[in-house]
């Protein structure tokens, strides 16, 4: 049974939605092709920070949805810098300089950060009411012990790279096999035997949770009242490379870029739209909404809406990484390590293209003479050329450097753009 005070979390707060433009959230590095996403009672995502030579201006942080709890209210110490995000039901964490730092509800201390977690962390997860961390292969849990869910058992105190914190259990990922403890009502810690070796990501829902296998198939298993657990024909034929559990539904991505979702129906969150059937590279899962990251930098998200959630705004483009919350999303904009990015407005807003090579013709991506900012994000000089295939008038832009305003007299190159290229 919950206890009152329990109930006053199981319960939407009140509404109170909260956009930060381009102000918000933190890197989970997409990049990397790790699953990037973590559903509040969902979904865990962790990575470890790859170097960047790039300035901290040039990653934008953003939320949107609810901030009833101040969950999408970012603290200044991580606006910039950050390595990875979680997004727990009404609370959220991130790994900067490898110490974890949490905001939102702390009615059980689950933004309380012990005090070992400011130095050697690899990996987060925010769960419903419990916050997990992985530090020198160790798992390390705080927050609520409800059915024992911060109980970290002997066999996952070593090994460890990847956790996962749902509604009131907890999944860790260990040479290649699953970790389960908590509750276990409906079997989400009773693991299958193809959960023993092999896997290379989890994800946990409420009270389901999945995995993914090296060959890229799906398991799943746990509570199945809403067909979750359920795996499609069509995933298990495809190539899956990320997964992500919600409340009572589940998302998978396939190799293809195609975003695939099965289980309850209600919030319209099955409903895929078509924009996130191709060109996918991540996924993360809220409570009852989705949230797809596009190459092209471009954040699609659809479900429950009631608190504005799936309502990107600033962060549509140039978004590198997403997490769900259970009312709240959070994106980070910027430009990955060993991109050159071009910008449609200034400051690193709008219309966005990262590049790794040669782009001569900027009109197939519509930016021709739109550029009015860029990031190299390389180790070697990129042009951009008033004309097509490297013609006309160029600009050099060193290793490392960021233009916020190319109307700058220094530059006086705003609009101009139509070719850029390695040189």
Same mark, same amino acid.
């Given at each position: 049974?919950?206890?009152? *005070?329990?109930?006053?979390?199981?319960?939407?707060?009140?509404?109170?939605?909260? &956009?930060?433009?381009?102000?918000?959230?933190?890197?989970?590095?997409?990049?990397?092709?790790?699953?990037?996403?973590?559903?509040?009672?969902?979904?865990?995502?962790?990575?470890?920070?790859? /170097?960047?030579?790039?300035?901290?201006?040039?990653?934008?942080?953003?939320?949107?949805?609810?901030?009833?709890?101040?969950?999408?209210?970012?603290?200044?110490?991580?606006?910039?810098?950050?390595?990875?995000?979680?997004?727990?039901?009404?609370?959220?964490?991130?790994?900067?300089?490898?110490?974890?730092?949490?905001?939102?509800?702390?009615?059980?201390?689950?933004?309380?950060?012990? #005090?070992?977690?400011?130095?050697?962390?690899?990996?987060?997860?925010?769960?419903?009411?419990?916050?997990?961390?992985?530090?020198?292969?160790?798992?390390?849990?705080?927050?609520?012990? &409800?059915? +024992?869910?911060?109980?970290?058992?002997? +066999?996952?105190?070593?090994?460890?790279?990847?956790?996962?914190? $749902?509604?009131?259990?907890?999944?860790?990922?260990?040479?290649?096999?699953?970790?389960?403890?908590?509750?276990?009502?409906?079997?989400?810690?009773?693991?299958?035997?193809?959960?023993?070796?092999?896997?290379?990501?989890?994800?946990?829902?409420?009270?389901? /949770?999945?995995?993914?296998?090296?060959?890229? #198939?799906?398991?799943?298993?746990?509570?199945?009242?809403?067909?979750?657990?359920?795996?499609?024909?069509?995933?298990?034929?495809?190539?899956?490379?990320?997964?992500?559990?919600?409340?009572?539904?589940?998302?998978?991505?396939?190799?293809?870029?195609?975003?695939?979702?099965?289980?309850?129906?209600?919030?319209?969150?099955?409903?895929?739209?078509?924009?996130?059937?191709?060109?996918?590279? /991540?996924?993360?899962?809220?409570?009852?909404?989705?949230?797809?990251?596009?190459?092209? $930098?471009?954040?699609?998200?659809?479900?429950?809406? &009631?608190?504005?959630?799936?309502?990107?705004?600033?962060?549509?483009?140039?978004?590198?990484?997403?997490?769900?919350?259970?009312?709240?999303?959070?994106?980070?904009?910027?430009?990955?390590? $060993?991109?050159?990015?071009? !910008?449609?407005?200034?400051?690193?807003?709008?219309?966005?293209?990262?590049?790794?090579?040669?782009?001569?013709?900027?009109?197939? +991506?519509?930016?021709?003479?739109?550029?009015?900012?860029?990031?190299?994000?390389?180790?070697?000089? !990129?042009?951009?050329? *008033?004309?097509?295939?490297?013609?006309?008038?160029?600009?050099?832009?060193?290793?490392? #450097?960021?233009?916020?305003?190319?109307?700058?007299?220094? !530059?006086?190159? +705003?609009?101009?753009?139509?070719?850029?290229?390695?040189?």
């Amino acid at each position: 049974m919950i206890t009152p *005070r329990e109930a006053a979390h199981c319960r939407p707060p009140a509404r109170n939605p909260r &956009r930060i433009g381009t102000t918000a959230v933190l890197l989970a590095l997409a990049a990397l092709g790790l699953v990037p996403g973590h559903p509040a009672s969902a979904a865990a995502s962790s990575a470890t920070a790859a /170097a960047r030579i790039v300035p901290e201006d040039s990653q934008e942080i953003g939320a949107f949805g609810d901030n009833a709890y101040q969950q999408s209210a970012i603290p200044s110490a991580v606006q910039k810098g950050a390595s990875a995000i979680s997004a727990g039901r009404f609370h959220s964490l991130a790994l900067k300089n490898n110490a974890v730092y949490a905001w939102g509800s702390n009615l059980y201390q689950q933004t309380t950060v012990p #005090k070992e977690l400011s130095s050697g962390v690899t990996a987060i997860s925010g769960g419903y009411l419990h916050s997990l961390a992985v530090k020198d292969g160790k798992v390390i849990a705080w927050g609520s012990d &409800r059915y +024992d869910a911060t109980k970290v058992p002997q +066999d996952s105190q070593s090994g460890v790279t990847a956790v996962a914190a $749902g509604q009131f259990f907890s999944l860790a990922l260990k040479d290649g096999k699953v970790i389960a403890w908590g509750d276990n009502r409906y079997q989400q810690t009773q693991l299958p035997q193809q959960t023993q070796s092999g896997i290379t990501a989890i994800a946990a829902g409420a009270y389901h /949770a999945l995995a993914l296998t090296a060959d890229k #198939k799906v398991i799943a298993w746990g509570d199945n009242r809403n067909k979750q657990t359920a795996v499609p024909p069509e995933v298990q034929s495809s190539s899956i490379i990320a997964i992500a559990a919600g409340r009572d539904f589940s998302l998978a991505l396939s190799d293809q870029g195609r975003v695939y979702a099965w289980g309850s129906e209600s919030r319209s969150k099955l409903v895929v739209p078509e924009t996130a059937k191709t060109q996918v590279t /991540a996924i993360t899962a809220g409570y009852e909404h989705a949230v797809a990251l596009r190459s092209t $930098g471009e954040v699609i998200a659809w479900g429950d809406d &009631r608190y504005q959630q799936t309502r990107p705004a600033a962060a549509q483009w140039g978004t590198t990484a997403i997490t769900a919350g259970a009312y709240h999303t959070l994106a980070v904009r910027g430009c990955q390590t $060993g991109s050159f990015c071009m !910008w449609e407005d200034t400051n690193y807003t709008g219309r966005s293209g990262f590049y790794k090579s040669e782009r001569p013709y900027l009109s197939s +991506d519509s930016l021709e003479n739109k550029v009015s900012s860029v990031t190299n994000n390389t180790k070697q000089n !990129w042009c951009i050329y *008033r004309g097509d295939a490297y013609q006309v008038e160029a600009r050099v832009v060193p290793p490392g #450097k960021t233009i916020p305003d190319l109307a700058d007299p220094a !530059w006086n190159f +705003d609009n101009a753009t139509r070719s850029a290229r390695p040189c």
